[in-house]
């Protein structure tokens, strides 16, 4: 269809507010695993903006395709956000082996509560983590001008019963974890 890079950023916005925090106001109901059909999506996306009316599926690759940070995913006909959800109940994931060593950037007036209770989720479904100080440094500043950078020894918590899920390239989930396995 080609809409303009700019609304590209509203698009992907719009699409990741449906498919990880409120499906049902777009009247879309996800699986466990979190997948909606393409065209259930297409049909809502198009009532949202004049502009959308003509949005297709190549609108949606070229969304993904472009992100820095890959956030959905397409599959025989299907979609899904693959991390960053907040919707009631917990999607299924397969547990995977992580990296010997995770990051986590958060606000240093979080530091004591995480040195008690560990890192756990919050509002979201699982913790974030990332493979990279940079990209934990760079999340971090969303909550803190000067975070504070967290080592997650995620291979020895994994080998003690510690789930992880593989979210991206960039990005790791956890349903907890607890501070013993934490290098502040």
């Known amino acids: 269809m080609g809409i303009t890079e700019p609304d590209y950023e509203r698009l992907s916005k719009t699409v990741s507010h449906a498919l990880r925090h409120e499906p049902w106001l777009y009247e879309l109901e996800l ?12 049909a809502a996306l198009r009532l949202q903006k004049e502009e959308w009316r003509e949005l297709d599926v190549s609108d949606l690759e070229k969304l993904i395709d472009a992100s820095s940070k890959r956030r959905h995913e397409i599959r025989n006909g299907r979609i899904r956000a693959i991390y960053g ?3 009631p109940g917990k999607l299924k994931r397969k547990p995977s082996c992580p990296p010997t060593m995770l990051f986590h ?3 240093p007036t979080s530091v004591p509560m995480i040195k008690v209770n560990g890192l756990v989720p919050m509002k979201r479904q699982n913790v974030h983590l990332s493979t990279d100080e940079a990209t934990a440094i760079e999340v971090g500043k969303r909550k803190a001008k000067e975070p504070v950078l967290l080592r997650v020894r995620a291979l020895e ?5 510690v789930a992880f899920y593989e979210g991206n390239e960039k990005v790791w989930l956890a349903d907890a974890v607890p501070s013993q396995f934490i290098e502040f």
């Open 85 to 87: 959800h907040s919707i």
């Open 157 to 161: 918590a994994h080998e003690t019963g």
């Open 31 to 42: 699986d466990d695993e979190g997948w909606v059909p393409v065209a259930q999506l297409l």
């Open 105 to 107: 950037g958060t606000s």
